[in-house]
């Protein structure tokens, strides 16, 4: 008779999906509202998305409790650099954050899959996307989530962001302008949520520009 133990596991995933979107003068970062374990909803109004700066938000989606530990970590470490240097974080500096953060937690890590968009010191669009121990990039458009390999394939056709190979560098923002870049969120969300069981109810979405932090929100299928 084999020996049977029961497995125990520090780590849960509640599911949903993340998008950012940059553009010239703007971002756009986007999340479902639902939080699920196994084939339970534990809630269908959990905002995934967290404001870091004036210019910067993140959208997280894996181990929620572990999402929440981060955003604490991160905004004590803002809190700090404030004190010190009399401003708040540029998006690019609090990407290098979030990804020592990460990195510094690599053998007992941060559940969590984050998208991270805002403005540059120049005011144009930025999104860093990240794998769970800290390694980042910066790039055009990206997703993270249980959604996600629904999600990029539907962005590559629609966006097609230059090779990182090409010289000099391409720019990786997208052509869209604010109002295309939101419609094709709420559109690859209501597909996201046709086919995937963890992502749904609603959509927020936040856009960062010039003028400060915009939300807006719509209605996904709630089954």
């Known amino acids: 008779m084999t020996k049977q133990q029961a497995n125990w596991s520090p780590y849960d995933n509640n599911g949903g999906s993340c998008v950012a979107i940059?553009?010239?003068?703007?971002?756009?970062?986007?999340?479902?509202?639902?939080?699920?374990?196994?084939?339970?909803?534990?809630?269908?109004?959990?905002?995934?998305?967290?404001?870091?700066?004036?210019?910067?938000?993140?959208?997280?989606?894996g181990f929620q409790a572990d999402v929440k530990a981060l955003q604490k970590q991160?905004?004590?470490?803002?809190?700090?650099y404030q004190h010190q240097h009399n401003k708040q974080m540029s998006c690019p500096a609090m990407a290098q954050l979030l990804s020592n953060t990460l990195y510094y937690k690599r053998f007992f890590p941060y559940y969590s899959f984050n998208v991270l968009g805002g403005l540059?010191?120049?005011g144009k669009g930025c999104v860093f996307t990240y794998d769970a121990v800290g390694s980042y990039e910066k790039v055009g458009y990206s997703s993270q989530g249980?959604?996600?390999t629904l999600i990029m394939p539907f962005l590559d056709n629609q966006l097609k962001s230059p090779s990182p190979l090409l010289l000099p560098v391409?720019?990786?923002?997208?052509?869209?302008?604010?109002?295309?870049?939101?419609?094709?969120?709420?559109?690859?969300?209501a597909s996201a949520s046709e086919r995937?069981?963890?992502?749904?109810?609603?959509?927020?979405?936040?856009?960062?520009?010039?003028?400060g932090i915009r939300r807006e929100y719509m209605e996904l299928r709630k089954d």
């Open 74 to 80: 991160l905004a004590a470490r803002h809190l700090i």
């Open 120 to 122: 540059d010191n120049e």
């Open 22 to 61: 940059a553009g010239a003068d703007y971002c756009v970062i986007a999340a479902d509202t639902r939080m699920s374990t196994g084939y339970n909803i534990l809630t269908r109004e959990y905002s995934k998305i967290c404001k870091l700066a004036d210019k910067c938000v993140m959208a997280s989606s």
């Open 170 to 189: 391409q720019d990786a923002v997208t052509p869209l302008v604010e109002a295309e870049a939101v419609d094709l969120v709420k559109t690859v969300f």
């Open 196 to 211: 995937d069981i963890y992502t749904g109810d609603k959509l927020e979405i936040v856009v960062v520009n010039a003028a």
């Open 146 to 148: 249980y959604g996600s």
